[in-house]
């Protein structure tokens, strides 16, 4: 099986996606308040970001891309 980066780039994104439970994926609810989804996405965006901050980043991770001047 051949597999090319961009596929592969695609297979290891959606890993994670796949890991979430249902109430992670719990879509927004229809009838809510535009100040109701505002609080419930900033919720999911803390939660996300509490997540993602206990999760180790060695130092020697190189950025996805590079300034030059």
């Known amino acids: 099986m051949k597999v090319t980066r961009r596929q592969l780039a695609a ?9 979430q439970t249902a109430d992670q994926l ?10 109701e989804e505002l609080k419930a996405a900033s919720d999911r965006l803390r939660r996300n970001t509490e997540t ?3 999760l180790p980043v ?11 001047p």
């Open 26 to 35: 719990k879509l927004v609810p229809q009838g809510e308040t535009p100040a």
């Open 11 to 19: 297979l290891l994104a959606s890993a994670p996606l796949a890991a």
């Open 52 to 54: 993602l901050s206990k």
């Open 58 to 68: 060695p130092m020697a991770t190189e950025p996805a891309f590079s300034f030059k």
